[in-house]
């Protein structure tokens, strides 16, 4: 069977450097690894499940693909599109319902976080968004998908939607996709509490550095990104404890593909006064072309639509015939 990666991220906000080492670049490793197919949208229907702009989701849908392609993923190698264009991805969904049960949803930590204290308002959109995921994944029959831990959860349920309906219909028929863990994929934190994931929502932009970022606001938000009065140690280990410390090696790592250890060795006994500087130096040197082909891409929309027309026509191509099949396994009139 064909090994298939599905994953996407949703058209909000700004991408940041957590979201390319955490994903972005692996999935770029996954495409030019060529053991797989890969898939990756953009699940603008997710978007709207939280409060959104309508008069910003079709650029921001725009900004996400090329942030994919200026990240590396290759619109022939690989299959870029929006989730939206794709209507597989919603029929599925309704038919995915039909045998996801409530209490899974309502245990759903995601769900639980952004609903908030006021369950009976959250939308039905927000509460099965997990169901939506699953089709996602499903209607193209994925068997990989590269995610972080705080999706993990609603990947596990994807995998029981799978039991229920092989059992029910037809044994075998979707495979249960597995998440894929890279080991290099670093988890990054905001530059302001190493406690805190960086994440595109935290209410101050110090906190992250976005891809469309310039080298001078790189360096202003590295200088000032919160750090403590000691030196450098020599082991990795030892910033255990320095959480913001951590974060800034483990950034240089990721960027220089080097480990902690391999980091230090260069700049142990070094202050942040020093150290800083480096840091800036590679994340410009690593970011600035980033940038600057996002930002040539989205100069021309055109050309970022014509792509994202075209992944959605082999997207397409693939769903079609599954929602097809499904459809007649459970008895539809066609
Ligand atoms: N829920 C995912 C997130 O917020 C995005 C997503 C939607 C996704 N559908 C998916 C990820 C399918 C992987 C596969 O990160």
Redesign the pocket.
């Known amino acids: 069977m064909t090994k298939r990666i ?5 058209p909000t906000n700004q991408l940041h450097l957590g979201n390319y080492l955490g994903a972005l670049r692996n999935w770029v490793k996954l495409q030019d690894q060529g053991d797989f197919e890969t898939l990756f949208c953009v ?1 603008d229907l ?1 978007a709207i499940t939280t409060p959104y702009d309508k008069d910003k989701l079709k650029q921001s849908t725009r900004e996400i693909a090329a942030a994919y392609i200026a990240a590396g993923v290759d619109p022939e190698k690989s299959v870029l599109f929006a989730q939206s264009s794709v209507p597989a991805h919603s029929q599925l969904m309704w038919l995915l319902a039909t045998m996801t049960q409530m209490g899974k949803l309502s245990r759903m930590t995601q769900f639980k976080d952004k609903a908030g204290k006021n369950k009976e308002k959250a939308g039905l959109g927000l509460y099965s968004y997990p169901v939506l ?1 699953a089709a ?2 499903l209607i193209y029959k994925a068997t990989h ?1 590269p ?2 831990d ?2 993990r959860q ?1 990947l596990e349920l994807a995998r029981e939607i799978v039991g229920t309906f092989n059992h029910r219909y037809g044994e075998n028929y979707f495979p249960e996709p597995e998440s894929v863990v890279l080991a290099e994929g670093a988890r990054i934190m905001s530059l302001r509490d190493g406690a805190e994931k960086m994440s595109k929502s935290a209410q101050s932009d110090m906190t992250r550095i976005n891809l469309t970022d310039d080298a001078d606001l790189i360096a202003k938000k590295i200088k000032k990104a919160k750090t403590d009065a000691e030196v450098l140690p020599e082991k990795f280990a030892d910033l255990d404890t320095r959480l913001e410390a951590k974060n800034l090696v483990t950034i240089y790592g990721a960027l220089t593909d080097k480990t902690g250890d391999e980091v230090l060795s260069m700049f142990a006994g070094k202050t942040f006064s020093e150290f800083k500087p480096a840091l800036v130096d590679v994340a410009v040197d690593h970011l600035s072309p980033i940038s600057l082909r996002m930002n040539e891409l989205l100069s021309d929309t055109d050309q970022i639509d014509a792509y994202l027309r075209r992944g959605a026509e082999r997207a397409n191509a693939i769903a079609q015939p599954h929602i097809d099949e499904v459809m007649n396994m459970m008895g539809f009139w066609r």
């Open positions: 599905l994953s996407g991220m949703q699940v997710h995921m996602d994944i998908v995610v972080g705080d999706q609603h």
